[in-house]
């Protein structure tokens, strides 16, 4: 019987070939955590008296929840990891205006190849899938992968989505990354890979790419990876030294499910409240009164998000009523949107810009919503509180349909402005 993709990936981990279910203790490649949580892993290996990390060349620390602290106390965490970056030797240290958000910014800059294990705090790590590495979150467990190597996992199982088609006129990936998520049975991918491949495939993006790995762990997904191919080595060409592997699943690989999914979209889709995976045609919506608008994120960090909202937003002023935050995804993106005049777009409509990370998504520390108000934004999540107050609504959708709504002052189908 051959392996999948993610079998593969952890067989080498391990050192020794393994399968669907088994308990393993594979050592990373790599190991990712955030500004918002080294004080907290620092804290519980000094209760648990280890001094020294096991591999601290392998970790890389990424301030991105909070570059700009907005409060003293943040000031003071910032400090603090500084301080505990010196002490443990870490070399791996993007911190304010370094790098930007860590699931994007390490596949700039070469960290990220195929065949790679990352393990992470984070889960929003599966991002790494976009290149054919296989990132798994731990959350709080990532403190027994600093002390000792590794930490317990069951090899997951592995769903294949097939991709098929183009996307229509009006569509981004975000449409179908959301239309996807609605679909695919939550008992099918709990504790497992969404796997994608098919011809579609090589008309998407390294952008789309992210996307379509960002969204499956909303439903309860281990990690998404999509199938390495020849636009892989094209994106990674002058990013890494080493050799790029284009590893794929085996013809007679065990899949626990195959799904065959058209990109061909009928209209752009949206998140209502209070879950990711609650999605409907922008025609259900539209008309919803709203804000707060926001561009940014994990789920929509790249260049190509920004540019979506900016062709809309050209020339166009943001509706009086909504607030409208841009955040791009890294220092990169922010440079290369510069470059092409995406900035002054922005700052012409009226627009708020941030430093580049999470901005607004990570917990409303910046533009956070009010009672009663609504936001629809490119956000990972739409839960009550997840921005603020908890009596708002958040709707989650592409940037164009985002930017679009943001013009009108209510949610309306994109397509009208392009």
Request: charged letters at 20%; one cysteine or more.
């Amino acid at each position: 019987m051959g392996q999948t993709l993610s079998e593969k990936i952890l067989s080498r981990a391990c050192g020794r070939p393994v399968g669907q279910g088994e308990i393993v203790f594979p050592e990373p490649d790599l190991i990712t955590t955030h500004d918002w949580y080294v004080v907290n892993f620092a804290k519980v290996l000094d209760e648990l008296g280890v001094d020294k990390l096991f591999a601290p060349e392998k970790l890389l620390i990424s301030t991105d929840h909070e570059p700009v602290a907005t409060s003293p106390l943040a000031a003071q965490r910032q400090r603090q990891v500084r301080k505990i970056v010196e002490r443990y030797g870490i070399k791996h240290f993007y911190d304010v205006g370094r790098g930007g958000h860590g699931h994007v910014f390490p596949m700039e800059l070469g960290y990220i190849r195929p065949g790679m294990l990352t393990i992470a705090y984070d889960i929003h790590v599966t991002n790494y899938g976009a290149l054919g590495c296989l990132g798994i979150p731990v959350v709080t467990e990532i403190t027994e992968v600093l002390a000792c190597g590794s930490v317990w996992l069951k090899v997951p199982h592995t769903v294949r989505v097939n991709l098929h088609g183009r996307l229509s006129p009006g569509t981004l990936m975000r449409d179908v990354a959301q239309r996807l998520i609605a679909e695919l049975a939550v008992d099918d991918v709990d504790y497992g890979v969404v796997e994608y491949g098919g011809p579609g495939l090589a008309d998407i993006s390294f952008a789309g790419r992210q996307v379509l790995c960002n969204t499956p762990i909303e439903i309860g997904a281990k990690s998404a990876i999509v199938e390495p191919d020849q636009h892989t080595l094209d994106w990674l060409a002058g990013r890494v030294r080493q050799p790029v592997e284009l590893i794929r699943s085996d013809a007679d690989a065990a899949f626990h499910r195959v799904i065959d999914f058209d990109l061909s979209l009928a209209e752009p889709q949206v998140a209502v409240p209070p879950t990711p995976d609650k999605v409907v045609g922008v025609s259900q919506v539209i008309g919803r009164k709203i804000h707060h608008a926001f561009v940014g994120s994990c789920a929509a960090a790249s260049f190509e998000d920004l540019q979506a909202a900016a062709e809309i937003l050209r020339n166009r002023r943001i509706h009086s009523d909504v607030r409208f935050f841009v955040t791009p995804g890294t220092q990169q993106v922010l440079s290369q949107a510069e470059e092409a005049g995406l900035m002054k777009v922005f700052v012409d409509a009226g627009a708020a810009i941030t430093a580049p990370g999470c901005g607004v998504c990570a917990g409303g520390k910046i533009g956070p919503l009010a009672d009663e108000e609504v936001s629809i934004n490119t956000g990972t999540r739409n839960d009550f509180g997840r921005l603020g107050s908890a009596k708002a609504e958040i709707y989650l959708a592409s940037a164009a349909t985002v930017a679009a709504s943001a013009v009108a002052g209510e949610i309306v189908d994109p397509r009208e402005f392009m």
